[in-house]
């Protein structure tokens, strides 16, 4: 089969599965397979797959037509001004998290050597997109899921940052180490009563564990804001993550704990995302 027959019934495939972006995920996938880019499929549509890559690229397919993201099936994700390593033990990094980069590079512009803790580092996408545009500042990074931290060792090393940071796996509330000038977390936030509501793409393939807020989808955040309060410096920023709707709540768990809020931003579908707070 040449390659602009089997791109045409994966289309059909995809499409027949409910998946909206079937057009240009059969694509992606194609160039995944043969390690070429999209343009090299375009101009090659006539050349024959062979049984390898037939075989190779149908399991692609397969993966995709019962939801896995493309994002898995690539093994990486774009986020901020660097490609990740990604698998299925961390979280998808999503284009609204930037902001939490976007916000640490407004407040910190001529400051140096900063201490940064990322509470639930995940792919170290956050954390290591900092380090990477402030070059004296230093890094840690916890995660209670081992393999959540190979993933970010991973990240680390590629981005040559693995000298300026340290992770650790570790829950939240056994970690006591260090005091820090900036301490952000994208942390479970979701309702558990909400999980299910959640597109199948991501309830089924996204590892529970950084989704599941519990109930109210805020005792992750509950923990997250008590512990942030003992670990930063005074006048310590704290930026973090939320869900649509807890700005109200998560406003007062931080009055609560001592942060004064400097302002709570959208994300693009203009959803209350990201607060930023300082420690009094
Ligand atoms: N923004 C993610 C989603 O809704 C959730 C991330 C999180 O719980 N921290 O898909």
Redesign the pocket.
């Known amino acids: 089969m040449n390659i602009q027959d089997a791109i045409k019934s994966a289309n059909k495939r995809l499409k027949q599965n409910n998946i909206k972006s079937f057009l240009l995920d059969s694509e992606i996938l194609m160039s995944k397979t043969l390690n070429k880019d999209r343009k090299y499929i375009l101009l090659n549509e006539k050349i024959i797959l062979n049984k390898c890559e037939f075989n190779n690229y149908k399991n692609l397919i397969d993966q995709r037509s019962k939801g896995k993201p493309i994002a898995y099936l690539l093994g990486k994700k774009f986020f901020w001004k660097d490609e990740f390593d990604i698998n299925d033990d961390v ?1 998808i990094p ?1 284009p ?2 930037e902001l939490i980069v976007e916000q640490t590079l407004k407040f910190s512009k001529h400051k140096s050597k900063l201490k940064v803790l990322d509470i ?1 580092v995940g792919s170290g996408c956050i954390l290591l997109s900092i380090l990477k545009e402030k070059k004296d500042f230093l890094g840690t990074g916890i995660d209670i899921d081992e393999k959540t931290l190979k993933v970010c060792k991973i990240n680390a090393f590629k981005l040559g940052l693995s000298k300026r940071v340290k992770f650790f796996k570790s829950d939240i509330d056994n970690f006591t180490f260090g005091k820090y000038d900036l301490i952000i977390s ?5 309702n558990k009563i909400d999980l299910k509501y ?2 199948r793409d ?1 309830i089924n393939f ?1 590892p529970k564990m ?4 519990g109930l109210e ?1 805020i005792s992750e955040i509950r923990k997250v804001v008590k512990k942030s309060s003992e670990l930063i410096k005074r006048n310590g920023k704290f930026i973090l ?1 939320i ?1 649509f709707d807890q700005k109200n709540k998560v406003s007062k768990l931080l009055k609560n704990n001592g942060f004064y809020i400097n302002k709570i931003l959208k994300d693009y579908a203009k959803n209350d995302r990201c607060v930023v707070s300082t420690k009094l």
């Open positions: 979280l999503r609204d998290t639930g994208n942390p479970p936030y979701i959640l597109d991501v996204e950084a989704l599941n807020g989808g993550e869900a």
